[in-house]
C-alpha cells in the first residue's frame, strides 16, 4: 500500500484552508491561537501560525473578516477575528463551489474504480 503523501496533503489544505478559516470563523469568533487549536483538532494535523495569520490578514484586506483587540488574561490584547456579512457571501459561494468540485472529482474516482 502506497502511504499517504505529506505534499500532496499541503498543497490541497493550501487550496482550501481560506475556506476552512471563515467556516470555523463564522461558527464563532476567534484568535489566530484559537484556530490553530481548530484546524488541529478537525484534522489537519499542525498548521503553524505563520500559515494563519497572514491569511488572516489576507482576509481581512479583503473586507472577509474584520477583528477587535481583546484583553488577554496573561500577555497583550490579542485580536479576535470575525466573519463580516462580505465574508459570510464568499463563504456561501465557496461552499457551493466545494460541492461541486468534490463531487465531480468522486465522480472521477468512482469510475476510476469500476
Not at 8 to 17: D, F, P, Y
Not at 40 to 58: C, D, K, Q
Request: net charge positive; aromatic share 8%; hydrophobic share 45%.
Amino acid at each position: 500500500m502506497i502511504a499517504a503523501d505529506p505534499e500532496r496533503q499541503a498543497q490541497l489544505l493550501r487550496g482550501v484552508l481560506d475556506m476552512c478559516l471563515l467556516a470555523l470563523l463564522a461558527g464563532e469568533p476567534a484568535h489566530g491561537y484559537e484556530l490553530v487549536r481548530r484546524m488541529e483538532a478537525a484534522g489537519f494535523g499542525s498548521v503553524g501560525y505563520g500559515t494563519i495569520y497572514p491569511l488572516l490578514t489576507r482576509l481581512r484586506r479583503l473586507g472577509l473578516v474584520a477583528n477587535e483587540s481583546q484583553v488577554s488574561p496573561s500577555g497583550p490584547p490579542r485580536k479576535v477575528y470575525a466573519v463580516t456579512a462580505a465574508g459570510r457571501e464568499h463563504l456561501e459561494a465557496w461552499q457551493r463551489q466545494w460541492i461541486g468540485f468534490t463531487g465531480t472529482v468522486d465522480s472521477i474516482l468512482t469510475i476510476a474504480r469500476s
